[in-house]
């Protein structure tokens, strides 16, 4: 079974949601988004969520799962990549100021899909994740494909029945 995870970007997209679920896919959003979005709207169902891995300062107790060294170290390249290296190492989640904030939260969303070893990762954040060779770069370096929710429709499609 091909197991997607949808970024906080996709959350009004009911019907993809439907569409993915009823070609037998798994879908699930992480516990990134269900944060971000806390209060804001009511969000598209999915038949599951994927725990982030925690981080101090930026993640809720009992909404995340403790990192393992290399978890750590693969966190700290992706947010090297999302970030174009505009984090600083070691630097406390409460000091980063919001932008940074946001792509420590990218980072983290696409960690979890990453550990939970899930095939696609589905955003629209195109910044964060494709443009200027980081879609290549991060697909290599976590061994999963990034689609954007219009080439996500176009796979969807033309998957058998």
Known sequence: MVSVT??????????LVERAV??????AFTSVSDRELANA????PAP?????TGVFGESEWGRAVWASDSDGEVLEQVLR??????VP??????????GLRNHLRDAIALCAHFRERRDI????????FVSHGRREILEALLGTRIMSTAEFSEWLENQPS
């Open 6 to 15: 949808l970024d906080t970007n996709l959350y009004n997209h009911r019907s």
């Open 22 to 27: 009823a070609r037998g896919l798994s879908v």
């Open 41 to 44: 709207y009511q969000p598209v």
């Open 48 to 52: 599951r969520d994927v725990l982030e």
């Open 81 to 86: 990549v999302v970030s174009s290296g505009s």
């Open 89 to 98: 190492r070691n630097c406390e989640p409460g000091e980063l100021p919001a």
């Open 121 to 128: 990762f589905v955003s629209d954040d195109t910044k964060a």
